[in-house]
């Protein structure tokens, strides 16, 4: 038995698939005989510690299949971390062939290689096609020539054999190729399979052989990963008893209605329609600069397309003294910060053991003497040769200078800086999954993007699904940034 469930924004589809799994459970299936496979680790621990909340009593050893595909085959074939290529290894092949290699991936579950070739190695593998074909796709820059192409990768495949290495996508083909080492199970849960790429698909053929039932859950219209690979025809077509989810306890009436005109121009989907969120009919507005917006109170999400546009806007919001978070972290010195939070300690009177005062002492004038303070284990404000009454932007003399004036402006406003910050930055595809009360979608694009768009149905189906993936991210009001070059953008 085969159910594929279509799962809107929303709809809680994960909470489908834990309820299914509760259902096996009081069946009498063991938990062992029960394999959950996510996409990305993120989402299997996320369901590990959900199905923790509704069985305090399973332990998490106990859910050793609630993991990813590439989890399962590294178990499957009894592989070691040692053996596992990690980005030291990228690094090292990079010297090796005069060209920068670093996998800059984030959560996606997919490897997003900086250098072109390796890119075009990566695709060609994951579709389980030829390096030549993929070359020959079209969707590569001129620069790329395919005699290089062939001596990186045959250099690649040098560099694992001398070093027993294997990537993530050796782990899938050796998956397939032993797969009388897999074991059976009752019933097999793979969720957001429309990410599935090519090579996932064998081993999800694989994995048809060896279990009884099968759920596959995803959603056609958020599959934005095609650009790595993922097939989402396959999860289209794929023979199975379908459900869909019908209701979003996420999408408000007008932003489903802008979400919708996204729906209407994708060529190749499956149909279906779900209800609204009951309530509040939401807001969906267009806004030409981000200063009118206040976003010194409430949660915000800001989406972009591009990493580049991403970034520049993180400058302007630490210009003009928003605290927030992107990919990198948070917007302030967390370091700086820290060492702030002991020297308030200081003015109280408190003291602060030897590693914090030598943090402290990376931002004074004056050098740590070792010597001064070796028969010490805790030490005053009056030992550091400062009094009660200094103040840490006065004395930090070392700090830079305009963190200082940043995080300043952050503590007068109120920001509580030891908290996660209420606005984050993130792409689009990076926040895939997530949501928040208020959106800002940069329509901004690239004019690299613009074109390929341009030249193929497929790349533009996969451009509408990344707006609606943005666009759904609303759980009440959005807001659509119109982009600086009128002809790059989205038009919404």
């Given amino acids: 038995m ?3 469930i279509y799962g809107p924004p929303g709809t809680g589809k994960t909470t489908t698939l834990l309820n ?3 259902e096996y459970i009081q069946k009498g299936t063991p938990l062992n005989r029960i394999g959950y496979f ?3 680790r993120k989402a299997a621990n996320e369901a590990k510690d959900r199905m923790k909340q509704r069985h305090p009593n399973i332990s998490k050893k106990e859910l050793i299949h609630f993991q990813t595909l590439h989890s399962l085959a590294f178990h499957t074939l009894g592989m070691r971390e040692e053996n596992v290529i990690q980005d030291v290894h990228y690094e090292q092949i990079g010297k090796d062939l005069n060209i920068r290699v670093i996998d800059d991936g984030d959560e996606s579950g997919y490897l997003n290689f900086n250098s072109e070739y390796f890119k075009i190695i990566n695709k060609a593998r994951v579709k389980n096609i030829s390096i030549e074909d993929e070359f020959n796709s079209g969707e590569w820059s001129r620069d790329v020539d395919y005699e290089t192409l062939d001596h990186i990768y045959l250099n690649y495949n040098h560099f694992k054999k001398v070093y027993n290495l294997d990537d993530f996508t050796d782990m899938i083909d050796k998956f397939v190729r032993f797969k009388d ?8 849960f793979i969720d957001e399979a429309q990410d599935l790429s090519a090579i996932q698909w064998r081993m999800f053929d694989v994995l048809k052989t060896k279990t009884k039932d099968i759920y596959l859950a995803g959603d056609d219209d958020q599959a934005i990963f095609a650009w790595a690979g ?7 077509n794929e023979p199975a008893e379908e459900i869909v989810l019908d209701y979003s306890n996420r999408i408000p009436p007008n932003v489903q209605e802008t979400a919708n005109i996204i729906l209407g121009r994708i060529n190749t989907r ?3 329609q779900y209800s609204p969120k009951k309530g509040e009919e939401g ?10 917006i206040d976003l010194t109170k409430d949660k915000w999400l800001i989406l972009t397309r591009t990493t580049y546009r991403r970034d520049e806007i993180c400058k302007k919001l630490k210009d003009s003294n928003i605290y927030h978070k992107s990919k990198y972290g948070k917007s302030i010195d967390t370091k700086l910060y820290k060492t702030i939070l002991k020297w308030t300690e200081l003015s109280k009177g408190k003291p602060i053991s030897l590693s914090d005062c030598k943090d402290v002492f990376d931002y004074l004038a004056e050098d740590f003497d070792e010597k001064k303070f070796k028969n010490k284990n805790e030490f005053s404000i009056e030992d550091l040769g400062y009094n009660k009454d200094d103040i840490w932007y006065d004395v930090f003399v070392n700090a830079d200078q305009n963190e200082c004036f940043y995080i300043r402006n952050l503590l007068a406003s109120g920001e509580k800086l030891s908290e996660e910050p209420r606005v984050e930055v993130s792409t689009i595809h990076a926040a895939k999954g997530g949501e928040c009360e208020n959106v800002i979608l940069v329509l901004d694009n690239s004019r690299k993007i613009r074109q390929a768009v341009e030249l193929s149905i497929e790349k533009a189906d996969e451009e509408h699904r990344v707006w609606y993936v943005g666009t759904t991210r609303a759980k009440q009001n959005l807001y659509l940034l119109k982009p600086k070059k009128e002809r790059y953008g989205y038009s919404l």
């Fill in 2 to 4: 085969i159910k594929k």
């Fill in 20 to 22: 299914y799994v509760d």
């Fill in 38 to 40: 996510a996409f990305t």
């Fill in 181 to 188: 080492k897999c074991k059976t199970f009752d019933v097999i």
């Fill in 230 to 236: 993922a097939d989402v025809e396959r999860f289209i």
């Fill in 270 to 272: 499956k149909e279906k």
């Fill in 283 to 292: 807001l969906v507005e267009h806004i030409y600069n981000m200063d009118h």
